[in-house]
């Protein structure tokens, strides 16, 4: 007579335990990646900090504003128009065309000679189809956007924007338009750090990515603020996690 042996399945006491590991692993991947977006966010902040020294450093050392002065004086690149605004203003403030004082602010403060910020960048017109973004404006923290700059020409004041992108819909114009780059609990997280944690509200301003220009403030939105932002009365949708929100920071000098 032929002795066949059962096989036995897990017991719930070894699938609990199973499935204990499983969770643990998943918990500990998840806190990984929370720490991993944290000290992104945090050195995003340093560079933040670093570049408005610069300006002001720029400015106590050349009399001017980087990008706008007339550049030959120093042996730098650039004929600016030392009005003490990043032209083009808002109206045109996508615009990298090899004359733009918003290209040839960060070639000045990489220049040799002046050396402010680290890298070198090279004002250009920018060609979407051989060039590499990174060529003419800093890559940030957060890895998949870049540094920017713009003015506000009707109020005479200049902002960094965190959200360049190449529009390659514009060929070889050698435009550029902000992108978003942030959840709204990235953006509140930085805006409460540097700000007041409101997203149209001090030097710190939460903005939609757009198509036609350099900013757009979310009026109406409710991805990256909640309603009411138009108002000043809005506050950023800590509920959404979707990438929504783009920041734009006033520089002051």
């Given amino acids: 007579m032929k002795c066949t042996k059962s096989k036995k399945g897990f ?15 998943v918990a500990s991947v998840l806190v990984g990646q929370d720490l991993i977006r944290a000290a992104e966010i945090n050195k995003l902040i340093s560079e933040h900090d670093d570049y408005a020294s610069a300006v002001a450093t720029f400015r106590l050392r050349y009399n001017g504003l980087a990008g706008d002065i007339d550049g030959s004086v120093f042996g730098f690149s650039g004929d600016g128009d030392n009005n003490g605004v990043l032209d083009p203003g808002i109206d045109d403030a996508s615009s990298l065309a090899a004359t733009s004082e918003n290209v040839y ?11 402010l910020i680290s890298g070198s960048f090279t004002p250009a017109l920018f060609d979407v189809s051989t060039d590499n973004m990174d060529d003419i404006l800093p890559e940030s923290a957060i890895g998949t956007v870049n540094w920017g700059v713009y003015a506000n020409s009707s109020i005479d004041v200049n902002y960094f924007v965190l959200g360049p992108a190449n529009d390659s819909s514009n060929g070889t114009d050698g435009k550029y338009n902000t992108e978003d780059a942030l959840t709204p609990l990235d953006a509140y997280s930085i805006d409460i750090k540097l700000d007041d944690g409101l997203p149209n509200q001090g030097y710190v301003r939460a903005g939609e990515g757009s ?4 900013w757009t403030l979310p009026d ?17 949708n800590l509920d959404a996690t979707a990438i929504a929100c783009t920041l734009r920071f006033e520089m002051r000098y």
């Fill in 220 to 236: 109406g939105d409710t991805t990256c603020a909640n309603s009411g932002v138009e108002q000043d009365s809005g506050t950023y």
């Fill in 211 to 214: 198509n036609t220009d350099a």
């Fill in 11 to 25: 017991t719930l006491v070894e699938l609990s335990i199973v499935l204990v590991i499983i969770s643990l692993i």
């Fill in 105 to 115: 602010f960060w070639s000045h403060l990489g220049a040799t000679g002046a050396q």
